[in-house]
């Protein structure tokens, strides 16, 4: 199993531009969710998912899109990058039966 | 004010100390959750517990639910230790989502 993976690992953007960070789990978990941390802040939920179909927006959703593609896939769009949005991401997937969250290596993102 | 409250906020330790990191919360849960993360890496889960205690290696977590009080302690320190702990708790109120305390950054000196 390779638990949650996501691309790319870096990324730089200019203001303006749009990316899609990508996240994927082969444990066969319903819910998966997308975080972002910042230094003094924690991690703080942008959006996640139930289920296959299903997205709900977290704490900090502004500025933000997300495609429940399939139980698989998870991705988080940035549809006009913003300097405020320079972070790391982090993609977790959880155990349906004790809510113990997997997450993925993280996504580093800076926009200039 | 924050729902996780982590104490301290910095550690320094001698290898081989035992170490204790503590997390409060003022609301009910359902679970907690105890994750460390190395620096510039990922975030690994530790431990996911609702009641009384759990050991794994050197690594003991408890939680007291009347206190709404959860310690994680580390015996026999090592510099591999050395890492951001991470408190985490599953709010009754907030569904299947989670709550994070703002961590522990531990040293651990050889």
């Known amino acids: 199993n390779a638990g949650v993976t996501q691309t790319p690992k870096f990324q730089v953007l200019k203001t303006g531009q749009s990316m899609t960070l990508q996240c994927a789990q082969d444990?066969?978990?319903?819910?998966m969710y997308w975080y972002r941390q910042d230094p003094g802040m924690g991690l703080r939920l942008i959006y996640y998912s139930a289920s296959e179909g299903t997205t709900d927006k977290g704490e900090v959703p502004n500025g933000y899109n997300v495609s429940r593609l399939n139980k698989r896939e998870f991705s988080l769009r940035l549809e006009s990058a913003a300097p405020s949005q320079t972070s790391v991401y982090f993609c977790a997937s959880r155990r349906t039966y004790n809510y113990e969250q997997y997450f993925g290596p993280g996504t580093r993102l800076t926009v200039t | 004010k924050n729902e996780v409250e982590q104490s301290p906020q910095n550690l320094t330790a001698q290898e081989g100390e035992f170490i204790t990191i503590n997390c409060s919360y003022s609301v009910g849960i359902s679970a907690l959750h105890w994750l460390q993360q190395h620096p510039g890496g990922g975030i690994v889960s530790l431990f996911m517990l609702s009641s009384g205690k759990k050991k794994h290696g050197r690594l003991i977590a408890t939680i007291n639910i009347q206190e709404k009080h959860s310690s994680l302690h580390i015996t026999a320190s090592h510099p591999r230790d050395s890492a951001v702990y991470i408190c985490a708790v599953l709010l009754k109120a907030a569904g299947n989502k989670l709550t994070f305390g703002g961590g522990t950054r531990v040293l651990v000196k050889p």
């Open positions: 444990m066969n978990h319903n819910s």
